[in-house]
């Protein structure tokens, strides 16, 4: 039998970042997608993610919850990302703006190595807007 602290103890294991980058880590291995790290030196925080490109515009979306950073990120803070390959990318925050959740103009290669991390928009309630943060390889 289970006791309260071990269900207590279980909820804050699964209620964790570290247990939703492993469950993302894991579908992602099961999927046969390759798997990089993002860390954002400044916070102290990294997630695990699928890597779809490593050139061109990098388009990153998560929830609100597992994004929550995004909400505390400064024009010039650094982002690194770990790729499959070993290949450690630096990028510079360059610009942070909201968008409708239809405007597809950031999404497009614009010809540098960028990323573009979104998340939804006002971070405490649902709507049509979306948080975007845009970073400039070094």
Same mark, same amino acid.
């Given at each position: 039998?289970?006791?309260?602290?071990?269900?207590?103890?279980?909820?804050?294991?699964?209620?964790?970042?570290?247990?939703?980058?492993?469950?993302?880590?894991?579908?992602?291995?099961?999927?046969?997608?390759?798997?990089?790290?993002?860390?954002?030196?400044?916070?102290?925080?990294?997630?695990?993610? %699928?890597? #779809?490109?490593?050139?061109?515009?990098?388009?990153?979306?998560?929830?609100?919850?597992?994004?929550?950073?995004?909400?505390?990120?400064?024009?010039?803070?650094?982002?690194?990302?770990?790729?499959?390959?070993? #290949?450690?990318?630096?990028?510079?925050?360059?610009?942070?703006?909201?968008? !409708?959740?239809?405007?597809?103009?950031?999404?497009?290669?614009?010809?540098?190595?960028?990323? %573009?991390?979104? %998340?939804?928009?006002?971070?405490?309630? %649902?709507?049509?807007?979306?948080?975007?943060?845009?970073?400039?390889? !070094?």
């Amino acid at each position: 039998m289970t006791s309260n602290v071990e269900r207590r103890g279980q909820s804050a294991v699964r209620g964790s970042i570290l247990y939703g980058a492993l469950r993302s880590a894991l579908g992602a291995l099961m999927l046969s997608r390759p798997i990089a790290r993002i860390e954002f030196p400044r916070h102290g925080r990294r997630f695990m993610i %699928t890597c #779809e490109a490593d050139r061109g515009n990098w388009v990153i979306s998560a929830p609100r919850r597992r994004f929550a950073v995004l909400h505390d990120i400064d024009i010039g803070d650094e982002v690194v990302v770990a790729m499959p390959s070993g #290949e450690i990318v630096r990028y510079r925050v360059r610009s942070i703006r909201v968008v !409708k959740q239809n405007n597809t103009a950031i999404l497009q290669d614009f010809g540098d190595r960028r990323l %573009t991390m979104m %998340t939804g928009y006002p971070f405490d309630e %649902t709507g049509d807007l979306r948080y975007a943060v845009v970073a400039i390889s !070094k």
